[in-house]
């Protein structure tokens, strides 16, 4: 009985960890753009002024890029911000959100 329970919650598991692994190569690809800004490892040290993103919560980063993208979001950067952002669709956002929380 457990192990057709371990079974299928593998089963059951498994797509979502595709779903996962083409998230984050969709999200690098993605996140060309950004490490011109924030490095590739998402921890610049050439520009110290810039936010350290790489490792950042998925789920800070999703909301933090629609709210630049929707104009919500103020401060010192926003304007640069929310001019990268409004390109992204919510899936672009959900897949560099995948992948600097990866770095």
């Given at each position: 009985m457990r192990a057709m329970l371990t079974a299928s919650l593998l089963l059951a598991c498994f797509p979502a960890m595709v779903q996962a692994a083409g998230s984050l190569a969709a999200?690098?690809?993605k996140y060309t753009q950004c490490a011109?800004?924030?490095?590739?490892?998402?921890?610049s040290i050439v520009?110290?002024?810039y936010p350290k993103i790489g490792g950042?919560?998925?789920?800070y980063v999703v909301n933090a890029?629609?709210?630049y993208r929707d104009g919500r979001r103020q401060g010192?950067?926003?304007e640069i911000m929310k001019e990268?952002?409004?390109q992204l669709s919510d899936?672009?956002?959900?897949?560099l959100a995948a992948y600097i929380e990866s770095l």
């Open positions: 999200g690098r690809e011109s800004c924030h490095g590739a490892d998402g921890r520009m110290p002024q950042q919560n998925a789920e890029l629609k709210a010192t950067y926003a990268v952002a409004k899936s672009d956002i959900e897949n």
